[in-house]
């Protein structure tokens, strides 16, 4: 293969396995022989089975090798509700761990079936988000998406790539000055005299069966979620080895609640929850046939087990102030969640939308994404609202004037320009009104 494709530039990367665990010392091993017989030198590259789960954290050991090139990554929107959120905070995460290039070899909507079949109408949203969100947080290209022939090709989807290249075109992305800028989150221009109000942040675990290797989440007060995705599975005492406690880190401006919803339960199971280090909470659940404390009861005779739905709620009150709350199974086999709840947690003064930025040489880009623009809620015929008056800081700058472009992310064509100045080393940002996301570029002037 190297003999016969070798001389070619267009191949960027040689890849030994797709989405399997190997061993370290062979995956050593063999770098080092294509090394040693490949003179054009490109790059070398494995994707991984299931990188985010714990049994699989010490494959990724792997990363750390001198000749593994690129860190590639496969991401599906059926593994997190917020996938967008999802990307750009674990990549971010994985650039400052690895300072490797980093890579979407894979993505979609549904790792099961094609995304023509979930995204009808063609609107391309969630290969819109995930170039323009690998893009702005450390990766050295779009998201590839996986269902390019039905999907991007039969759909005609080309144009959102063509917007991004346009935006790009002038960045050296070969600098080797380049890093994530330092921002506020997006908030509203409100007058100082209206009094804050609070609002729920609601939480979506995803179905992954296996022992995640999330465990520790920061959940921030505009209902951003840092550290990973938080497992709809909580396993008990008989599945030791897939088993965490997962932690959630929270700040409540004031009192408030956390409530976990509970959906089914496998074989029993007993919801711990712990504030602080302090057990507030323990509720069992039973499981069995028949009528019980259950919805409806299913037997699965080839594991002689019952699973039950339960649709119930177990919460605790929460006092204003940081705090850190523990969840854990305590009894026999699995439970799942449903959602989680911090109420009086999401401050009105954030805008239901997210930036992230880059500092390349003498330039600065951010893309500014409305949340609500999301392939679920537009595949469900939800259209975004449009934000106004919304705002962002940008902090460790140099002081003096600044041009910026504001770029439609469709067409790739330059929307306005003006000026900024930045003082005390921070620049305000107003973002013009928008329904679905924007792209801006900051230059010194």
């Known amino acids: 293969m190297i003999a016969r494709w070798g001389y070619s530039p267009n191949i960027l990367a040689f890849e030994l396995w797709n989405e399997v665990d190997v061993p370290a010392d062979w995956a050593r091993e063999m770098f080092s022989y294509i090394k040693s017989i490949n003179p054009h030198e490109q790059l070398m590259t494995i994707s991984l089975d299931k990188p985010w789960t714990k049994k699989r954290a010490k494959s990724s050991d792997i990363w750390k090798l001198e000749d593994f090139s690129i860190i590639q990554r496969h991401t599906y929107g059926d593994r997190s509700r917020d996938v967008t ?4 905070s674990t990549n971010k995460d994985l650039a400052a761990k690895y300072n490797k290039p980093l890579l979407f070899g894979e993505f979609g909507m549904d790792s099961s079936k094609n995304d023509k079949k979930t995204d009808i109408a063609g609107t391309g949203t969630a290969l819109h988000n995930s ?8 990766s050295f290209s779009g998201a590839l998406n996986w269902w390019w022939a039905g999907y991007v090709k039969g759909k005609n989807l080309y144009y959102h790539y063509a917007a991004l290249r346009k935006f790009v075109e002038d960045i050296n992305w070969d600098s080797p000055n380049i890093s994530f800028a330092n921002t506020s989150p997006v908030t509203h221009e409100t007058p100082k005299t209206r009094k804050d109000s609070y609002s729920n942040t609601v939480i979506h675990p995803a179905k992954t069966w296996g022992d995640t290797r999330y465990n520790s989440f920061r ?18 005492t008989t599945k030791i080895k897939m088993r965490i406690k997962p932690e959630i880190h929270a700040e409540w401006p004031t009192d408030g609640k956390l409530k976990i919803h509970v959906d089914a339960v496998s074989q029993g199971a007993n919801l711990a929850v712990y504030l602080d280090g302090k057990e507030v909470a323990s509720k069992k659940f039973l499981t069995g046939r028949g009528t019980g404390p259950w919805i409806s009861s299913k037997y699965l005779k080839d594991y002689d087990i ?6 119930t709620i177990v919460e605790v009150d929460v006092p204003q102030g940081s705090h850190t709350i523990k969840l854990a199974n305590t009894g026999r086999d699995w439970l799942g969640i449903k959602e989680i709840t911090l109420t009086n947690h999401e401050s009105t003064e954030y805008a239901k939308a997210r930036v992230a930025g880059m500092i390349i040489d003498d330039q600065i880009i951010f893309w500014i994404q409305n949340k609500e623009f ?13 934000i106004s008056g919304a705002s962002f800081t940008v902090y460790d700058v140099d002081n003096g004037s600044y041009t910026i472009e504001w770029w439609d992310t469709f067409t790739g064509k330059i929307i306005s320009r003006n000026t900024l100045t930045a003082r005390n080393n921070t620049i305000n940002i107003l973002i013009p009104d928008f329904s679905k996301d924007l792209a801006c570029k900051i230059k010194k002037s």
Do not use: V
């Open 219 to 236: 959940i921030l007060n505009n209902g951003d979620i840092e550290g990973g995705m938080i497992n709809y599975y909580l396993h008990g």
């Open 131 to 138: 170039i323009w969100a690998s893009t702005f947080s450390g």
């Open 374 to 386: 999301n392939w679920r809620s537009i595949a469900g015929g939800k259209e975004p609202s449009t």
């Open 85 to 88: 959120g999802y990307m750009l």
């Open 306 to 311: 019952y699973q039950c739905t339960y649709d």
